[in-house]
T-cell receptor, first 115, second 111 residues
Framework: DAMVIQNPRYQVTQFGKPVTLSCSQT?????MYWYQQKSSQAPKLLFH???????NEADTPDNFQSRRPNTSFCFLDIRSPGLGDAAMYLC??????????????FGDGTRLSIL | GENVEQHPSTLSVQEGDSAVIKCTYS??????FPWYKQELGKGPQLIID?????GEKKDQRIAVTLNKTAKHFSLHITETQPEDSAVYFC??????????FGSGTRLSIRP
């Protein structure tokens, strides 16, 4: 089945130690999103790619960066994680054609813990 | 900016009864209205959606109704079952391409 896969499902890192989360998709969708979801809260959009065009949300901290080397893969880099960055990180895709009036397909997330 | 409100925040219904969740948005140019279901430890999954040229859409026990004049849309679940227990999010899409999720509704089905 076509899907969105996030690895790893659980990630533990130390305070200030860079960490990378990965997402892959077999849907061939041109839009990929990264969300942060804290406990009992709604997902909050960090940024998204429309093809290779990167779109950062205004309130996304500089500590968060992303790479999309090809259609299938997208990475979330947290340069210096703080305790407040502990959360579930969700990757999603939409397409074909993308745009904001298409359903999003989510992975099951990576739960990040900061020691 | 866009404002999205979702009510109620928690909802407990007897198995077999109906559940209704309401989402209110502020951007009159919004044209796509999805509902997502999130089970524990999983990502949100689309369960039903509606576009602005349609007033109601039904898929078995699940329906969505849209009132564009009043700027709200609602999720209706009939004959609720234990597997309907989850958190539900609305996510109306605004013309500014900004995606905002509602605050979520935790639905519990009592046996």
């Amino acid at each position: 089945d076509a899907m969105v896969i996030q690895n790893p499902r659980y990630q533990v890192t130390q305070f200030g130690k860079p960490v990378t989360l990965s997402c892959s998709q077999t849907l061939n969708h041109n839009v990929m999103y990264w969300y942060q979801q804290k406990s009992s809260q709604a997902p909050k959009l960090l940024f998204h790619y429309y093809d290779k065009d990167f779109n950062n949300e205004a309130d996304t901290p500089d500590n968060f960066q992303s790479r999309r080397p090809n259609t299938s893969f997208c990475f979330l880099d947290i340069r210096s994680p703080g305790l407040g960055d502990a959360a579930m990180y969700l990757c999603a895709t939409s397409g074909p054609g993308g745009g904001t009036n298409q359903p999003q397909h989510f992975g099951d997330g990576t739960r990040l813990s900061i020691l | 900016g866009e404002n999205v409100e979702q009510h109620p925040s928690t909802l407990s219904v007897q198995e077999g009864d109906s559940a209704v969740i309401k989402c209110t948005y502020s951007d009159s140019a919004s044209n796509y209205f999805p509902w997502y279901k999130q089970e524990l430890g999983k990502g949100p999954q689309l369960i039903i959606d509606i576009r602005s040229n349609v007033g109601e859409k039904k898929d078995q026990r699940i329906a969505v109704t849209l009132n564009k004049t009043a700027k709200h849309f609602s999720l209706h679940i009939t004959e609720t079952q234990p597997e309907d227990s989850a958190v539900y999010f609305c996510a109306p899409y605004s013309s500014a391409s900004k995606i905002i999720f509602g605050s979520g509704t935790r639905l519990s089905i009592r046996p």
